[in-house]
């Protein structure tokens, strides 16, 4: 299994950046596929993105593509979420999560993220 902490949220005005940085430890990092996930007051978590195993290929969730980059460093353990262009609407808690045998299995604490308009 993997343990994992997500670091760098805080208050940003809208139009401006943030930086999350998600920490694993415990199981061969490389081993799992990792995506990002936020949840808003109210509203149920949602997928914001995904990074494969390598590294080689990202996906998006349509409201974040253009302004949100994940990458991830395996000799590091880390992977990591680029906010760019924010707005009020990303306000939320954010989560990694690894991906284990098609469902993601192992999430993190969160972070919380708001965007002041």
């Known amino acids: 299994q993997v343990q994992l902490v997500e670091s760098g949220g805080g208050l940003v005005q809208a139009g401006g950046s943030l930086s999350l940085s998600c920490a694993a430890s415990g199981d061969t990092f490389s081993n799992y596929y990792m995506g990002w996930f936020r949840q808003a007051p109210g509203k149920e978590r949602e997928f914001v993105g995904a990074v494969t195993w390598s590294g080689a290929s990202t996906y998006y969730a349509d409201s974040v593509k253009g302004r949100f980059t994940i990458s991830r460093d395996n000799a590091k353990n880390m992977v990591y979420l680029r906010m760019n262009s924010l707005k009020p609407e990303d306000t939320a808690v954010y989560y990694c999560?690894?991906?284990?045998?098609?469902?993601?299995?192992?999430w993190g604490q969160g972070t919380q993220v708001t965007v002041s308009s």
């Open positions: 999560a690894a991906k284990v045998a098609g469902s993601y299995k192992y």
